[in-house]
Structure formats: C-alpha cells, structure tokens
C-alpha cells in the first residue's frame, strides 16, 4: 500500500514540512548533477560513515543531520518525500513549527544512531530521510490512529486504491521493517542505499523515538476537532 494523504484537516500551513521536502528535492538534484567521483566524495563528506562517526564524532556528527537530505535514487527520494507529505502536516499541526522541525530532524540522527550501533566499523555510507520519517509515523500512530489514509493498493497488473486507518498503515510498516531488521541483523552493518540495502534498524528507531518524543514535544497538549 501506498499513501496518497490522509482525511484529517489542519489548521496551520505546514511550511516546515513543504520547506523539508523542496530542501531534499534541491539536494537530490545537485546530487544527480555530479559525476561518479564527485557523488562519492559528497557522500563521503554529508553521509553517515559508520566507521569515521566511530573514530571521530565531534567532527563527524554533523553527518547525522546532513545525512537526512541525501538520496541514493529516484524512487528514494519520491518514497519519502511522498510519506512525509501525507503524515507531516499533521505532526506539524500538533507540535507547531519550531518543534516539528527539531522532532523531525532529532528523530532522523537518533535514527542514524540506530543503524550506526548495528555496524560501527562499516564504511558504507548511510543516508536519507528514511529515519526522520520513520519518527513522523511513530508520532502519527499514536496520535491518529483511527485516521483513514487514502492508498494506492497494487494488486499483479491492477491499480486501485482504499481507505484504510494510519494503525492499520503504519502498524504494516513498522511490523514488516521490524521482521527484515531481525532477518538481516548479521547483515545490517553493510546495509546502504547505495548498495541497493535498506536501513532496516534506521526505520525501525525512528519510529519508536517518534512515539517516544512525539508526546515529550506536545503532541497531546493541543485539543481536537
């Protein structure tokens, strides 16, 4: 299943969430502008590296912020961009945009953190929005989770589509990230999406400091419709 957005309104602009997603398209685009060696050095320098953020963290944490801006492809970037347009506003609404955006990105580096303790001594760089995200929908599970998603649902050559709730949705995503992680736990320190790999244990911590901070920022102190 794939969102295409949700059916509960807000009540503010989520500038912040249009400005994460216009930020991470503009640095895709200069990446794919690079040449191999140039895409490699970026990486090198914006990624998280596991093993340089092991032998050096007070100048490589900064990585766990940049790193969140960066895409290995296409479908990537589109994935990402397209969860957090459905389910951001929402949070945004919630925690107002201050907030929202320092949940956003302390989710993504505590993310970060996640894949990083699984391969400390991996040189493989990570990166994307995959993990702030993932935070995104651990706060969303908790705080709507009756609201019904409108999703594109691919069945062999059909298309259509179905509402269905964010528990329902979100609950798939985390239970399935959450059965990979453990299947692939011997292989989590090589895992990259440039090595077409899934971040498994970046997704998978996200989601639970989202639901983990989701509430510390405020997300239940604003009353409902």
Excluded at 55 to 79: D, K, P, R, V, Y
Excluded at 163 to 181: E, W
Aim: hydrophobic share 50%; charged share 10%.
């Amino acid at each position: 299943m794939f969102p295409l957005y949700d059916e509960n309104p807000t009540r503010i602009t989520p500038y912040v969430t249009y400005g994460l997603i216009g930020m991470n398209v503009l640095v895709f685009l200069h990446e794919v502008s690079l040449s191999n060696a140039q895409t490699e050095q970026f990486l090198q320098l914006y990624a998280v590296v596991p093993q340089q953020l092991t032998n050096n963290f007070a100048s490589e944490w900064t990585t766990l912020l940049t790193s969140q801006f960066l895409h290995g492809g296409w479908w990537h970037l589109i994935s990402n961009m397209v969860f957090l347009w459905v389910f951001g506003n929402n949070i945004e609404d919630r925690l107002g945009h201050f907030k929202y955006l320092i949940f956003y990105l302390s989710c993504g580096a505590l993310a970060a953190l996640c894949q990083w303790v699984i391969g400390i001594n991996s040189e493989i760089p990570s990166l994307g929005a995959s993990g702030a995200i993932s935070g995104i929908l651990g706060a969303y599970i908790i705080r709507f989770p009756h609201t019904r998603v409108m999703s594109l649902v691919f069945l062999g050559f059909f298309i259509t589509t179905i509402r269905v709730p964010a528990l329902v949705l979100i609950g798939l995503f985390f239970v399935q990230n959450v059965i990979a992680g453990l299947a692939n736990l011997q292989a989590a320190a090589n895992m990259s999406v440039e090595t077409g790999g899934v971040a498994y244990w970046a997704h998978i911590g996200g989601f639970v400091f989202g639901i983990i901070l989701g509430p510390l920022f405020g997300l239940f102190r604003r009353d409902d419709y």
